[in-house]
């Protein structure tokens, strides 16, 4: 995936310029996440800027700052269309993540679903629509465009890590738009050659953490 990234796709598209910037890291564990937009810009000062909470367990997950990959070739065919947060995946379990953070109250939630599934779909398409991303992508068995979404109007607490079934218990009480936590449909996109790939739609209401 690195080499399709840094080398493959962008040559694909006619780019041939040195020193494409791709920031990558690996980790495991408990992975949280903020929408570094939408957070910067906030004025909750209590809220601890989290939007994505990904649990990896022992397995080493590459995050991608996928956004900022695809800013730097703005201007050109290969930057067309949606552009999500990050992409994720795991060699080990071959899986394949492209994700989209936002925080919006309820009200806005449907609209800015179609926003996300746009961002993440067009992300992932942008891969398809050359032989050399059909390859990468579809040597993942499990590929899934992921919504993960906060309410602003959550209270501002510090959630319970993974175990503390009575502090979770609660916090689902005191914050009744996450009880909905988890959400999924499966879909299809074309590849360059008009076939299907399946993929999952999914979408995590903060703080339930997505199970990898």
Same mark, same amino acid.
């Given at each position: ?12 598209y006619g780019i041939t310029?040195? %020193?494409?910037?791709? %920031?990558t890291?690996i980790?495991?564990?408990? +992975?949280e996440?903020g929408d570094y ?5 906030c004025k909750r000062e209590?809220c601890n800027?989290? #939007?994505?909470i990904?649990d990896?367990?022992?397995?080493? #997950?590459? #995050? /991608?700052?996928?956004?900022?990959? $695809?800013? @730097?070739f %703005?201007?050109? /065919?290969?930057a067309?269309g949606?552009?999500c947060d990050?992409?994720l995946?795991?060699?080990? !379990?071959?899986?394949?993540?492209f994700?989209?953070l936002?925080?919006y109250?309820?009200?806005y939630?449907e ?5 996300a ?6 992300? !992932?398409q942008r891969?398809l629509d050359?032989?050399?991303? *059909?390859?990468? =992508?579809?040597?993942f068995?499990?590929?899934?465009? $992921?919504?993960f979404r906060r309410?602003?109007?959550? @209270? ?6 993974r175990g503390d *079934?009575s502090?979770?218990? @609660?916090?689902f +009480?005191?914050?009744p ?5 988890? !959400?999924?449909?499966d879909?299809? $996109? ?6 299907s790939i399946d993929?999952?739609f999914? #979408? =995590?209401?903060y703080?339930?953490?997505y199970?990898?």
């Amino acid at each position: 995936m690195i080499n399709l990234l840094k080398t493959e796709l962008p040559q694909n598209y006619g780019i041939t310029r040195p %020193n494409i910037r791709l %920031n990558t890291r690996i980790a495991s564990g408990r +992975i949280e996440e903020g929408d570094y937009v939408s957070c910067k810009s906030c004025k909750r000062e209590t809220c601890n800027q989290k #939007i994505m909470i990904v649990d990896a367990e022992n397995y080493n #997950i590459t #995050i /991608v700052e996928h956004e900022d990959y $695809v800013c @730097q070739f %703005n201007g050109k /065919v290969f930057a067309q269309g949606g552009r999500c947060d990050y992409l994720l995946f795991d060699d080990r !379990l071959h899986k394949l993540v492209f994700c989209e953070l936002g925080c919006y109250s309820e009200e806005y939630v449907e609209k800015k679903k179609a926003v996300a599934h746009k961002q993440v779909t067009e992300s !992932l398409q942008r891969l398809l629509d050359k032989p050399s991303g *059909v390859n990468v =992508v579809s040597s993942f068995r499990e590929r899934q465009l $992921v919504f993960f979404r906060r309410d602003p109007n959550l @209270q501002s607490q510090t959630f319970p890590a993974r175990g503390d *079934v009575s502090r979770n218990f @609660q916090a689902f +009480i005191n914050n009744p738009a996450t009880t909905s936590a988890y !959400l999924e449909a499966d879909e299809k $996109v074309k590849d360059c050659y008009g076939n299907s790939i399946d993929v999952k739609f999914v #979408i =995590v209401n903060y703080p339930s953490p997505y199970r990898w």
